[in-house]
T-cell receptor, first 123, second 108 residues
Framework: DTGVSQDPRHKITKRGQNVTFRCDPI?????LYWYRQTLGQGPEFLTY????????KSRLLSDRFSAERPKGSFSTLEIQRTEQGDSAMYLC?????????????????????FGPGTRLTVL | DAKTTQPNSMESNEEEPVHLPCNHS???????IHWYRQLPSQGPEYVIH???SNVNNRMASLAIAEDRKSSTLILHRATLRDAAVYYC?????????FGQGTRLTINP
């Protein structure tokens, strides 16, 4: 399977513990994104990388959250001192760089391919 | 981020066409209209996107109003596998900004 993979698929932890999630993007994709989704809501953007550079971070990404993509391939998302409000599905996605949509004057945005997510439960 | 408005839920029958509407009256000239869907217990998946002209692919068609203030995702012949939450997204940046989406139920 050459899609986006995430590990672990499920994580149960106690409040105050640190957790780390891993995302392996599609190999030729240079962009990697993290989203968070709570029950009944659409995914919310957290951060994205182009190669190893973290180019944008949401205000949702408090100082307890840190994401890295050290070699421009896989990425990790760490949550320190977890809180019950951190319970959610954490989704990773990857995409190629900008492309030109046929017939357009500007550039399009390539589709993002999502992984299956990591479901975090904080007790 | 420009806002989209979609019905919370819609229902259709198997093998019939489905038209999923999306209003985006504040769309800017450079925003692309993207549609993603999320099947139960899965991550979202790309469906289709367009800028001004109608678009077709193997999954669906996208009809964009002339003033670009609304669009419609068309599933030509719904199957049970099309039951999902469908998100209409205005994309002017790398990130995707998801709304609540439309939960589509397909009746056998």
């Amino acid at each position: 399977d050459t899609g986006v993979s995430q590990d672990p698929r499920h994580k149960i932890t106690k409040r105050g513990q640190n957790v780390t999630f891993r995302c392996d993007p599609i190999s030729e994709h240079n962009r990697l994104y993290w989203y968070r989704q709570t029950l009944g809501q659409g995914p919310e953007f957290l951060t994205y990388f182009q190669n190893e550079a973290q180019l944008e971070k949401s205000r949702l990404l408090s100082d307890r959250f840190s994401a890295e993509r050290p070699k421009g391939s896989f990425s990790t998302l760490e949550i320190q001192r977890t809180e019950q409000g951190d319970s959610a599905m954490y989704l990773c996605a990857s995409s190629r760089g900008l492309s030109r949509l046929a017939g357009s004057k500007g550039s399009s945005y390539n589709e993002q391919f999502f992984g299956p997510g990591t479901r975090l439960t904080v007790l | 981020d420009a806002k989209t408005t979609q019905p919370n839920s819609m229902e259709s029958n198997e093998e019939e066409p489905v038209h999923l509407p999306c209003n985006h009256s504040t769309i800017s000239g450079t925003d692309y209209i993207h549609w993603y869907r999320q099947l139960p217990s899965q991550g979202p998946e790309y469906v289709i996107h367009g800028l001004t002209s109608n678009v077709n692919n193997r999954m669906a068609s996208l009809a964009i109003a002339e003033d670009r203030k609304s669009s419609t995702l068309i599933l030509h012949r719904a199957t049970l596998r099309d039951a999902a939450v469908y998100y209409c997204i205005l994309r002017g940046a790398q990130k995707l900004v998801f709304g609540q989406g439309t939960r589509l139920t397909i009746n056998p």
